[in-house]
């Protein structure tokens, strides 16, 4: 059974930086596309960022072009999400979802298999 889990959320002034991780277990890590969504209050999920199994491609929702960086380290089985330039309009849960299928966008919701149970992040203005 692969599991999710996220950490190292929390809470933030505006313009300061986060690092979220996570972890997979139970699975392959390095078979799955590796994405974060995030979900704020009253919202739908939005994709955030997603990379391929060897890290050869990013993709990145334009609302965090320039300020997010998406990572991962086969190793580790632990794809991480660095956050940087935070605004407040970045609260919400952020999830991070596997994907079996390598064929995807990569950046639709309902193309991932397995998800975490996310984490908040806060952004204080």
């Known amino acids: 059974q692969v599991q999710l889990v996220e950490s190292g959320g929390g809470l933030v002034q505006a313009g300061g930086s986060l690092r979220l991780s996570c972890a997979l277990s139970?699975?392959?890590?390095?078979?799955?596309?590796m994405g974060w969504f995030r979900q704020a209050p009253g919202k739908e999920r939005e994709f955030v960022a997603a990379?391929?199994?060897?890290?050869?491609?990013?993709y990145y929702a334009d609302s965090v072009k320039g300020r997010g960086t998406i990572s991962r380290d086969n190793a580790k089985n632990t794809v991480y999400l660095q956050m940087n330039s935070l605004k407040p309009e970045d609260t919400a849960v952020y999830y991070c979802a596997a994907d079996r299928d390598v064929s995807g966008t990569g950046v639709k919701a309902h193309e991932y298999d397995y998800w975490g149970q996310g984490t908040q992040v806060t952004v204080s203005s």
């Open positions: 139970g699975g392959t890590f390095s078979r799955y596309v």
């Open positions: 990379i391929s199994r060897g890290s050869v491609s990013t």
